[in-house]
């Protein structure tokens, strides 16, 4: 993610707040700019349609992706 006040592309997720959207909070490394991003859902059923992992697959994998970036923070 680019910062807004230095154009760097060094940044890091400081907070996560979930709800129907995932705002997250980022830092700047270089300037120490904090600024919101937004993530949302993006639903197009032709995706959907030509999946080629289950819902219980995908959402198998990004637990164990979730587990694996906690394990990072915490080291």
């Not at 600024?35 to 819902?55: C, G, M, N, R």
């Given at each position: 993610m680019w910062c807004p ?6 940044t890091a997720v400081i ?60 080291e």
């Open positions: 006040s230095c154009q760097s592309d060094k907070c996560t707040d979930k709800s129907h959207v995932v705002e997250r909070y980022r830092k700047c490394k270089v300037c120490h700019f904090t600024f919101p991003t937004i993530e949302s859902v993006k639903f197009d059923p032709e995706l959907q349609e030509h999946a080629q992992y289950s819902d219980e697959e995908v959402a198998r994998i990004l637990k164990k992706r979730h587990s694996h970036q906690k394990d990072l923070f915490h």
